[in-house]
């Protein structure tokens, strides 16, 4: 189904946020590729608050970033709780780009490090290196795959969910094959320590 940002969010960022709750309390392996952003789920509040004031400046919706802040960041306890499984990949250059200020991404990049070095136990965050040979692992659209059930898609005009099963298999191909040029653990923080040295 393909929703336009502007039909999704009439309503505000709030409702918006509240709306993927079920599918999130449902789900219990998570795969997220972003391409653009840190993922929302790993999103500190003064980095998530800078995105939602993006999105406000940018689509014109409703302001109410603060209650969208909130349930974000309530969203978050999914980390923490259940029978949850999560599997992050970024691209390098997410780390190096700014959003907010240098302080909010520094700020950032610290609970990045954080959530390498095994401070939620459930999640996975593999960063895929600038200047790695990209063979099959081509970078795409932002995307988080739900168990094998369903994928979200961000582009940039609308949001598109994808369920039929053989698109289903092209993502989880797709995940897999950047999985497998991504770093992890030592080696991804190396990357995140590089990008907040880079930031002075």
Request: hydrophobic letters at 45%; charged letters at 20%.
């Amino acid at each position: 189904m393909y929703i336009e940002w502007r039909r999704l969010e009439r309503a505000g960022l709030k409702h918006a946020q509240e709306s993927v709750r079920p599918l999130f309390e449902r789900t219990h392996r998570f795969r997220m590729y972003q391409s653009w952003v840190i993922p929302g789920l790993l999103q500190t509040s003064e980095y998530t608050r800078a995105v939602l004031n993006t999105v406000v400046a940018v689509r014109g919706t409703q302001n109410d970033v603060e209650n969208a802040l909130a349930v974000r960041m309530e969203r978050q306890q999914v980390l923490r709780s259940g029978d949850h499984r999560f599997a992050f990949l970024i691209e390098e250059w997410v780390l190096r780009t700014v959003i907010g200020t240098r302080d909010i991404l520094i700020g950032q990049l610290g609970h990045l490090i954080a959530v390498t070095s095994g401070a939620l136990p459930a999640v996975s965050l593999g960063v895929i290196p600038l200047g790695v040979a990209r063979g099959a692992g081509w970078p795409v659209e932002s995307f988080t795959m739900y168990d094998d059930e369903q994928v979200n898609v961000e582009l940039v005009s609308a949001h598109l969910t994808v369920t039929q099963p053989a698109d289903l298999s092209e993502y989880g191909q797709a995940f897999a094959e950047l999985a497998s040029i991504a770093v992890y653990g030592a080696e991804a923080r190396a990357l995140i320590t590089a990008a907040i040295a880079s930031l002075g």
